[in-house]
């Protein structure tokens, strides 16, 4: 069977503004480079990384919302129309700053409307209070705006808005900051019920490791715009090869005071966009960097269900 | 003004406020009691809606319209800051007082660049343009943000999250505060960041001795950071005390049940997470007696007509439960 | 930290206030209820016109500048025609005129603001460099050729305060928009397959409109001024019809036969100006967040 959705050498620029970039020749700023990966249907990724690393900008290519796209994204097995309206309605968004991506006008009520009444489609009776119950809300915060709204509620309200027309594929950018643990397991329960009975793809951008841990059946790990390593989200954990990858899970915040010994620290400055690092990108931080990392970018290579890219894998036995 | 060195930077205490809706009256704040000793670092955390980014606008006077103080009293530095004009509060803030918000957005101008905020922000200073410039570029590389020296020129939009929020943090720290409230600013951040920033905030805290207020979902945070945790339900401090011994012996049911649901503490993976159950209580009409009484397990008679008072129980200062010594809840997928 | 929060754009953005709210504290505002009392009684004084038992416009040589009395409450003017009945129609005028442009500058405003903020650049440098090209002009100028092209009238007046007050709207919304065009509820509209229309309609100009109704408030009076200062030119308002400018304007005339007609043109000039000054006032304190109930 096809993937649901499949990209290919996908390349991200952002246009930078000032005549002198343009003189310069270096009016477009490349952010997403090279990444490709299959997604299935029913299947979860999570995409993990560094701020700044471009997830956002990658998860709003693959919706069509914005940035100078190249490469190839195909989805169902056709290319992928972004001009479309069909696309906008198997593919839900749900975006990372929770408050400012609600209209701050409207009420609930209207919000989760907005889908609907875009797509022209017949509104079915009681539909607010149903999506409102599905996410968790009182139906008394329909009548509410906005700024009305604490974090987390409104971070719900926008996963009722992006499950309402029923799509395919979603991306959900960040859907569990700004909820406590609790409400963060009953939308991620959810998200998880939808994909089982509707077999909807899920692609989930996230800070927070202990819930990739538990829903992702497989993660990318993104560093300055390309994915460093990437695999099933078990043997990941158990065996990162990639050094990034193994800093990141380290440094995971834990309450046990005893396992935080064994954290992996990145040393020096995050490199900038503008001058990329020749060879391994991830040279200037690495622990572990030789010559080699220096002159010659990796290739990449696998080890059973994992790829990678780093000429000196990290051992089995590091962080297992 | 004569302070003990002992006496606490902030103290609130037997706060309730409530916001004016349609539907009445939503009482977000009822009776919370909190208090934070100079240079402490202090988590906030706690179900979402139940009350921890109006506490801390209560706190800096930035509540909206449509919310009112009932009554008790928030006490900075020996002044009751409920008492306080706009105008004086203004003096407070960004001068005594520094705030990173959840959402960093709203911190940030659009259309202004990152620099012309940060130079702004120094106002009161008597730096010149230029030294006030510097001064922002180099918090912007303390906050790790890559080429800083070509960054300051840009506009908000252009940052990804994490870095907003990175700058929201470092806006907040130029003014070597007294205490600095912060509500999520680390949400946005990847791990490494997280820690980096954690790092920091310790490193700068303990640098210029300010009290920090953390508002976090994440408990590993502030098993990392804070010295003390207080826990909010339903618009209640239901517990409180010293962070380690809250986390290894929680007295307040529902302080037990949200540790219970932290993916972090589940060593199998699971595809379906435990939860607490059950819904916030309807805030414009609370029942009597316990607030977490329609969710709480142990919950009887007792409960559900009489209101609980704070216990000291177990290692923790404050417990609001009618029975704060019974056996440890678990918590079941 | 405080001034990190850019108090216009927190107003923009994140701060709707209920309309209903809002009309209880401009009423409870003192300021605000004399202004809308003025307001109310300007208004009222237009629909009554029509009830008076006397002729606005009909000469009636026989009764030449009569003074106050119970036939005609201000007396007459210098054609026999009732002051007081011609003031109230007036009314009708000023009001139909200054709001009449006004709205249509407003929605002159909204449409090249919107344009200008949502389109490409290069429309946005052509929009802004004719709006500033505009304001540069001065307004008696800009009437002064434009009426000597169309002839004097009703419709030419508007034409004037549309020229003079549509650029200004214009910018304003403009930099509003672009500062809302980044924002992510936008964003998140278009996710959802929301046009521009949509998402300019219901997205971005409900939450630019509140400032600019406050600005179009404080400019009402300016343009009664216009209009009557054009009226009283002879460049506005055409004799007979009874405007505020024309009626003082042969008052200063007939100044030495009756002082009623300059009170007649005068005042209900004053009260009108008044009114909305002070409503706009009121209005720009209600929602200036600085200002806003703690
Ligand atoms: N509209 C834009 N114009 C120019 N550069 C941009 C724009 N949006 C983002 N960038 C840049 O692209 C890079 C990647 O940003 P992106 O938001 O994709 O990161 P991210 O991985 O989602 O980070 P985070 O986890 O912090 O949200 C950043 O360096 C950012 O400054
Ligand atoms: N301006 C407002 N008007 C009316 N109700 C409000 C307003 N702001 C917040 N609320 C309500 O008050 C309660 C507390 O909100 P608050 O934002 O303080 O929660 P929180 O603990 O910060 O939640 P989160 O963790 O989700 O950010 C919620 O029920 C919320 O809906
Ligand atoms: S008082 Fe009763 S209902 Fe409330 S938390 Fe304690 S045991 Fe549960
Ligand atoms: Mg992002
Ligand atoms: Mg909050």
Not at chain 1, 155 to 181: C, M, S
Not at chain 2, 51 to 68: E, H, R, V
């Amino acid at each position: 069977m096809t993937p649901l959705l499949s990209v290919r050498n996908l390349d991200v620029s952002y246009p930078v503004g000032g005549l002198m970039a343009k003189l310069r020749g270096a009016d477009q700023l490349q952010i997403v480079a090279g990444v490709s990966f299959d997604l299935a249907r029913g299947e979860t990724m999570a995409l993990v990384g560094e701020s700044g690393s471009g997830k956002t900008t990658l998860a709003r290519a693959i919706a069509g919302l914005g940035g100078l796209v190249s490469g190839e994204i195909r989805f169902d097995g056709a290319p992928l129309n972004t001009s479309g309206r069909q696309i906008r309605r198997d593919i839900a968004f749900i975006f990372q700053d929770a408050v400012s991506s609600l209209s701050p006008r409207l009420t609930v009520r209207a919000l989760l409307r907005e889908p609907f009444a875009i797509h022209g489609i017949q509104y079915p009776e009681g539909e607010v209070e149903r999506l409102l119950r599905l996410v968790g809300l009182p139906a008394t915060i329909a009548e509410r705006r906005p700024h009305e709204l604490s974090g987390g509620q409104a971070r719900r309200v926008g996963v009722a808005r992006a499950l309402a027309l029923k799509p395919r594929l979603v991306i959900a950018d960040e859907p569990t900051a700004g909820l406590d643990v609790s409400v963060q397991s009953e939308v991620l329960n959810l998200l998880n019920d939808l994909r089982t009975r509707l077999g909807l793809s899920l692609l989930i951008i996230t800070h927070n490791l202990n819930i990739v841990r538990h829903i992702a059946d497989r993660m990318a790990i993104m560093y300055l715009g390309r994915f460093v390593e990437t695999g099933d989200t078990a043997p990941v954990f158990a065996h990162p090869h990639h050094p990034y990858t193994a800093a990141l899970l380290s440094a995971n915040p834990i309450i046990d005071p005893e396992a935080r010994k064994t954290r992996l620290y990145l040393k020096g400055e995050v490199p900038g966009l503008v001058r990329r690092p020749k060879g391994c990108e991830f040279h200037s931080r690495c622990p572990f960097v030789q010559d080699l990392c220096r002159s010659t970018p990796p290739s990449l290579r696998e080890d059973g269900p994992v790829s990678y890219t780093c000429h000196f894998p990290m051992e089995a036995s590091v962080n297992a | 003004m004569s302070l003990d060195a002992s006496d606490p930077v902030l103290t609130v205490s037997g706060l309730t406020l409530s916001y004016d809706i349609p539907a009445g009256e939503l009482k977000a704040l009822r009776d919370v009691n909190l208090s934070i000793g100079k240079g402490e670092i202090v988590g906030l955390v706690g179900e979402s809606g139940s009350g921890k980014s109006t506490l801390m606008q209560a706190i800096l006077g930035l509540l909206p319209g449509a919310a009112q103080i009932r009554s008790g009293s928030i006490r900075f530095e020996g002044q009751d800051l409920t008492g306080l004009s706009a105008r004086q509060m203004r003096g407070l803030l960004g001068d005594r007082i520094s705030v990173v918000f959840q959402d960093p957005m709203t911190a940030l101008n659009p259309v202004l660049t990152i620099g012309r905020q940060m130079i702004d922000i120094q106002h009161r200073s008597k730096l010149s343009r230029r030294e006030k410039r510097a001064r922002a570029i180099e918090m912007l590389a303390r906050v790790r943000i890559p080429d800083p020296e070509s960054r300051i020129d840009r506009y908000p939009h252009e940052f990804s999250g994490g870095m907003r929020q990175r700058v929201a943090i470092a806006m907040a720290l130029m003014a070597k505060p007294a205490l600095l409230v912060a509500d999520e600013p680390t949400t946005a951040l990847d791990a490494t960041l997280e820690i980096a920033t954690i790092d920091l905030l310790r490193e700068l805290q303990s640098e210029i001795g300010c009290a920090v207020l953390f508002i976090t979902h994440h408990l590993g945070v502030v098993a990392e950071l804070c010295d003390r945790i207080d826990i909010m339900y339903a618009g209640e401090i239901v517990e409180s005390g010293a962070t380690g011994a809250v986390f290894q012996d929680p007295r307040h049911p529902y302080t037990q049940l949200l540790f219970g649901c932290d993916p972090a503490q589940i060593a199998e993976p699971m595809r379906h997470l435990p939860s607490i159950g059950g819904n916030l209580p309807d805030l414009t009409a609370p029942l009597p007696g316990c607030i977490f009484a329609s969710r709480c397990p142990r919950a009887d008679e007792t409960c559900t007509t009489g209101h609980p008072a704070d216990h000291k129980a177990g290692q923790s200062d404050l417990v609001r439960c009618h029975y704060p010594l019974a056996p440890r809840l678990e918590i079941s997928a | 930290m405080s001034s990190a929060v850019d108090p216009a754009t927190a107003a923009v953005v994140k701060k709707p206030r209920k309309a209903r709210g809002a009309m209880r504290r401009l009423v409870s505002d003192p300021l605000g209820a004399l202004g809308l009392g003025l307001i109310v009684v300007t208004v009222l004084a237009a629909l009554a016109a029509g009830l008076l038992p006397h002729d606005p416009v009909k000469l009636n040589p026989m009764v030449r500048f009569a003074a106050p009395g119970a036939e005609h409450w201000l007396g007459t003017d210098n054609l026999g025609r009732d002051l007081f009945t011609r003031m109230l129609y007036g009314a009708r005028i000023a009001l139909v005129i200054s709001i009449g442009a006004t709205v249509a500058s407003l929605l002159v405003g909204l449409l090249f603001g919107v344009l200008a903020g949502f389109g490409p650049r290069w429309l946005d440098s052509i929009l802004l460099l004719l709006m500033d090209a505009m304001k540069s002009v001065p307004t008696v100028m800009l009437a002064l050729v434009l009426i000597t092209w169309t002839g004097p009238s009703l419709w030419a007046v508007v034409l004037v305060v549309v020229l003079v007050n549509g650029p200004t709207y214009a910018r304003i919304v403009r930099t509003q928009v672009l500062a809302l065009r980044n924002a992510e509820f936008i964003e998140a509209e278009r996710a959802l397959g929301a046009g521009f229309l949509r998402v300019a309609s219901l997205h971005v100009v409900p939450n630019i409109i509140g400032p600019l109704l406050i600005l179009a408030a404080m400019d009402i009076p300016i343009v009664v001024g216009i209009e009557a200062g054009l009226s009283f030119l002879g460049l506005g308002v055409r004799p007979p019809t009874p405007s505020w400018g024309t009626i003082l304007f042969d008052g200063f005339s007939y100044i030495r036969d009756s002082i009623w007609m300059v009170v007649a043109g005068g005042l209900p000039i004053v009260i009108t100006a008044l009114g909305f000054t002070f409503l706009g006032e009121a209005l720009r304190d209600t929602f200036d967040p600085k200002l806003a109930k703690r």
